[in-house]
């Protein structure tokens, strides 16, 4: 992570404001032209298109906080770099990632102050299925929005674990963004293109089987006023379903609902509103307990159980999928 962008951070104590508004600034050139400007997400590209895309990304992310804006991007370059080319490990794309540029007055444009603090700049190139720019674009995302990065720098120091360092960034996303009980934080994942809200736990997936299930996916919606999203790529993992879909149980918080397969879930602590007046009381901040080293044993307890438990469901899933589809194997009679 860039340190400095993290000692300025937790420098600023119980100020971490953890949500404020969706920021993703960029513009795009090529089958859907997008001029620069600030938007909530990509959504201004990938919702009004679909099929084949030609299309270059310019996005910025900031490298100091901008009040009330969330774009800031704890990661460093060549972080990033690593992060994108992994991606294109599975999904074929170029880019470029700049090093940290000073502040600049003026925009591309030269119509607004959006590039008035130092900043990163990512230029991706992506040809291809509408479904590889939803999931391109929307990791990159992970990289500068809340809840998402808190998500992503968990995922990382997982990554640095001998133990899980050989799973792939999207299991181990999909494993942490399920474990936390992000309502406990008042924030909520998007269920809107991006991956799954995080209330059921999905099939861990090799990179062969994303690129297929993509590959599938794109086959599906063709002719359709449809698009894919990256909720379809990652499927429920059933066999941990304890209850029956629509009975009052099912629908529990997911902390309840699946405790009797054993999966913990990572709850929020909290934090004072301001540390010089006590009075005003305490409230979670997924910023400020992400950051400190003091959770990380406590979270890393909480992944290291479920990864375990979900990797053994995984296989369960699959083996009754064989078994379901052995039942309706037609047997002939042999010749004589």
């Known amino acids: 992570m860039n340190n400095e962008v993290i000692e300025k951070l937790k420098a600023t104590k119980g100020a971490i404001g953890p949500y404020e508004n969706l920021f993703t600034l960029f513009s795009s050139t090529g089958r859907k032209a997008h001029p620069f400007g600030m938007r909530a997400c990509f959504g201004g590209v990938l919702k009004s298109t679909y099929g084949e895309m030609d299309n270059t990304y310019t996005i910025y992310t900031y490298v100091e906080k901008d009040p009330g804006n969330n774009n800031l991007c704890i990661f460093t370059p060549e972080e990033i770099r690593k992060y994108l080319a992994y991606i294109a490990d599975v999904i ?18 030269g119509s607004y102050h959006f590039l008035s603090k130092p900043h990163i700049k990512i230029f991706v190139h992506i040809n291809g299925p509408h479904i590889n720019h939803v999931f391109i674009l929307t990791l990159i995302r992970y ?61 861990f997936m090799k990179k062969g089987d994303i690129k297929a299930r993509m590959e ?121």
């Not at 500068?144 to 999207?170: A, M, N, R, T």
């Not at 009075?279 to 901040?285: A, D, L, Q, T, W």
Request: net charge negative.
């Open 92 to 109: 074929p794309f170029s880019f470029e990632v700049s090093d940290i540029l000073p502040a600049e007055d003026k925009d591309p444009e």
């Open 143 to 203: 990289l500068y929005e809340y809840p998402y990065k808190c998500v992503l720098e968990d995922v990382f120091k997982l990554k640095q674990v001998p133990e899980f360092s050989k799973i792939s960034i999207f299991n181990l996303y999909n494993v942490v963004a399920f474990s936390i009980d992000i309502n406990s934080y008042n924030m909520h994942f998007s269920s809107d293109m991006s991956h799954y809200p995080g209330n059921d736990p999905v099939l």
């Open 216 to 336: 599938y996916l794109t086959e599906k919606v063709k002719g359709l006023s449809k698009v894919a999203s990256i909720c379809d790529i990652f499927p429920i993992n059933e066999s941990l379903e304890p209850y029956p879909v629509g009975s009052t149980e099912w629908y529990q918080p997911k902390r309840v609902r699946y405790a009797p397969a054993g999966l913990k879930f990572v709850e929020a602590h909290k934090f004072p509103v301001d540390e010089r007046d006590s009075s005003k009381g305490e409230r979670p901040n997924i910023v400020r307990e992400f950051l400190l080293e003091d959770f990380w044993e406590e979270r890393l307890a909480v992944y290291s159980n479920n990864i375990k438990i979900l990797i053994d469901a995984t296989d369960e899933q699959i083996k009754k999928d064989i078994e379901a589809a052995n039942q309706h194997l037609t047997i002939f009679n042999r010749y004589d």
